[in-house]
């Protein structure tokens, strides 16, 4: 199997506007169930505003800026993100007065004002240093899936170390860029979606705790930050550190963190063990869990 084609597969499949289509329909299916019934009307309208303003509006305006400049489909200079980041500020922020326009479900409208804020946040850092867009556009809707299904939704993270990986082998992100972008994503997003509840008084029945919330965020961002940062420290036997970090972090997570918070960590750990033998000597994770 061709590592790097699969991997550029994984990178094209979970660009923020395309990962968006199958995650925002969840989120619009699941919002759409009221009181045991389902609610065709909503639906359509929760799954177009998202579909417009999510997705095929910062798609595009990707596509047109991205063969405007000459450049490829992921803009991987720096300096030219600024714009189609603006841009897509501009997409979610219309988004968000629609939906109020609308009088939409107050979860899809609050969650597309974190869209926003925090592409302008990526857009501030960005000016400095080229944080993935990638791993910050896939935790933001996996993060509303942990406020709405809890553990089902957390299962989702497995999606993150994978991106992470292809982002790095493709050489597009160093592994911290890609590593940072998704835990901002995380923490932003239920942060900000308990925070904008609050202030706008928009309630929004159902969701998970934000302590629970953050707890699943920690089981699935735990394992790549070890790896992480054990690929950049310049310490000996770093397989053995990583072995005594996890047995560590899987006592804790299994004493002190509830049955599916430990089980979510211990999905994840897997899956970057797993994704890091299958990428070999090319990915610095790899190394880690190899070395003497």
């Not at 289509?21 to 969840?26: A, D, E, V, Y």
């Not at 993935?132 to 989702?156: C, E, Q």
Request: hydrophobic share 55%.
């Amino acid at each position: 199997m061709n590592k790097h084609k699969l991997a550029d597969t994984i990178s094209t499949v979970t660009n923020p506007p395309i990962i968006t289509i199958p995650l925002f329909l969840i989120i619009c299916i699941i919002l759409s169930f009221e009181n045991g019934a389902f609610d065709w009307t909503k639906f359509i309208v929760l799954e177009m505003i998202s579909l417009v303003f999510a997705s095929v509006l910062p798609m595009a305006i990707i596509i047109y800026w991205a063969k405007r400049i000459n450049t490829d489909k992921d803009i991987s200079n720096r300096e030219d993100r600024f714009t189609p980041l603006v841009i897509g500020i501009v997409s979610y922020f219309i988004g968000v007065v629609v939906c109020l326009i609308l009088h939409a479900d107050n979860f899809l409208t609050l969650l597309l004002l974190c869209y926003a804020v925090n592409t302008g946040v990526v857009l501030v850092i960005t000016s400095k240093w080229k944080i993935s867009v990638h791993t910050t556009g896939i935790s933001g809707p996996i993060a509303a899936l942990i406020l709405l299904l809890g553990p089902f939704g957390a299962v989702f993270g497995i999606i993150y170390p994978i991106v992470i990986w292809s982002r790095v082998l493709l050489k597009k992100h160093t592994l911290s860029q890609a590593i940072c972008g998704g835990v901002q994503g995380f923490f932003l997003t239920v942060l900000e979606m308990y925070l904008y509840m609050y202030i706008f008084s928009m309630p929004i029945n159902g969701m998970i705790s934000l302590e629970m919330s953050i707890l699943y965020i920690l089981a699935i961002i735990m394992t790549p930050v070890v790896l992480g940062v054990l690929s950049y420290g310049d310490i000996g036997s770093k397989n053995k550190v990583f072995v005594l970090s996890e047995i560590v972090l899987l006592v804790m997570f299994y004493v002190l963190m509830p049955l599916d918070v430990f089980l979510i960590f211990v999905l994840i750990t897997l899956t970057s063990v797993l994704i890091s033998y299958f990428a070999g000597d090319e990915f610095v994770w790899f190394r880690v869990l190899n070395s003497s």
